[in-house]
T-cell receptor, first 111, second 112 residues
């Protein structure tokens, strides 16, 4: 059972525009959510997180939105830059320690 | 600052051979430690995690085992590798509580 789903395997966005990556989850016990960015042959790099007591968290060009009733979170990148081209994973946990990852979305930023 | 080291970066092994991948963390004490595998085109699957020396939790039944002989050392092992063990193996650490996990650069394991 895939508890965390990223239904778009890939996304292509023009440089300077907004990139929106989506993630859905099924486990209502999840209370902590994260986004990671991964380049080929490297480990994932933590980008931004949000706890279930919030519905929005911003860090520079990155904003994560959480809709608990819809069990949906999204990552907005504004403005998108060529260096943002990577695979993005969302992850969730219920309590500490164990993260459940989505399958990833490959973001390509076109000049 | 904290750093995580994982080696080797790539490894090619024959079926039936043993495996030992090592991961060490610097700049922190008593971290939570994790081993993940990413199969081709898939997400990250948690294999093992540890909250302290000698404490290992296994998430999926498999051909692999993990050990934590020291506070900041985490080892992934196998006595006999299978073709299905091929993949990208990642070690990660986190402080206790709801904190992000931080990953090493991974080991690309190919089984021939």
């Amino acid at each position: 059972d895939q508890q965390v789903k990223q239904n778009s395997p890939s996304l292509s966005v023009q440089e300077g525009r907004i990139s929106i990556l989506n993630c859905d989850y099924t486990n209502s016990m999840f209370d902590y959510f994260l986004w990671y960015k991964k380049y080929p042959a490297e480990g994932p790099t933590f980008l931004i997180s949000i706890s279930s007591i919030k519905d929005k968290n911003e860090d520079g060009r990155f904003t994560v939105f959480l809709n608990k009733s819809a069990k949906h979170l999204s990552l907005h990148i504004v403005p998108s830059q060529p260096g943002d081209s990577a695979v993005y994973f969302c992850a969730a946990s219920a309590g500490a320690q164990k993260l459940v990852f989505g399958q990833g979305t490959r973001l390509t930023i076109n000049p | 600052s904290q750093t995580i080291h994982q080696w080797p970066a790539t490894l090619v092994q024959p079926v039936g051979s043993p495996l030992s991948l090592e991961c060490t963390v610097e700049g922190t004490s008593n971290p939570n430690l994790y081993w993940y595998r990413q199969a081709a085109g898939r997400g990250l699957q948690l294999l093992f995690y540890s909250v302290g020396i000698g404490q290992i939790s296994s998430e999926v039944p498999q051909n692999l085992s993990a050990s934590r002989p020291q506070d900041r050392q985490f080892i992934l092992s196998s006595k006999k590798l299978l073709l299905s063990d091929s993949g990208f193996y990642l070690c990660a650490w986190s402080p206790t509580g709801d904190q992000p996990q931080h990953f090493g650069d991974g080991t690309r394991l190919s089984i021939l």
